[in-house]
Nanobody, 119 residues
Framework: QVRLVESGGGLVQAGGSLRLSCAASGPIFSSYKLGWFRQTPGKAREFLAVFSWSGGSTYYADSVQGRFTISRDNAKNTVYLQMNSLKPEDTAIYYC????????????WGQGTQVTVSS
């Protein structure tokens, strides 16, 4: 199993940018996918983006396509989520998660980082 630690959240004005980091401790195997999700109180957790460790393919939810970019630093075992053109409705707790088998079931989760976008 990997331990995931998110960082980079904070308060930003609408239209601004933030970059979230997800540092993974432990081996990351080629079958892994690392994803970003977010959640607001009273709502279900929302999938945002995923990065396939083998091959580096990415996939985004329609709600963030074109504004958010997921990337990785192999040497640091870290996945990033670059968020641009932020909107107040992007306010949420952001989580990263690891899918060990690449089957869409995420087995490990970080503790989350708060992102607040002011209008």
């Amino acid at each position: 199993q990997v331990r995931l630690v998110e960082s980079g959240g904070g308060l930003v004005q609408a239209g601004g940018s933030l970059r979230l980091s997800c540092a993974a401790s432990g081996p990351i195997f080629s079958s892994y996918k690392l994803g970003w999700f977010r959640q607001t109180p009273g709502k279900a957790r929302e999938f945002l983006a995923v990065f396939s460790w083998s091959g580096g393919s990415t996939y985004y939810a329609d709600s963030v396509q074109g504004r958010f970019t997921i990337s990785r630093d192999n040497a640091k075992n870290t996945v990033y989520l670059q968020m641009n053109s932020l909107k107040p409705e992007d306010t949420a707790i952001y989580y990263c998660a690891a899918d060990y088998d690449g089957n869409g079931s995420y087995e490990s989760w970080g503790q989350g980082t708060q992102v607040t976008v002011s209008s």
